[in-house]
């Protein structure tokens, strides 16, 4: 998970990262 978030940090804004990561945790 750490390195999607990485490889997609750049591409995406500082909020969806945080959506991403919630999700990802709840899951």
Request: net charge neutral.
């Given at each position: 998970?750490?390195?999607?978030?990485?490889?997609?940090?750049?591409?995406?804004?500082?909020?969806?990262?945080?959506?991403?990561?919630n999700r990802?945790?709840?899951?």
């Amino acid at each position: 998970m750490r390195e999607f978030l990485e490889k997609n940090y750049k591409e995406t804004s500082g909020q969806e990262i945080v959506k991403l990561a919630n999700r990802a945790f709840l899951e």
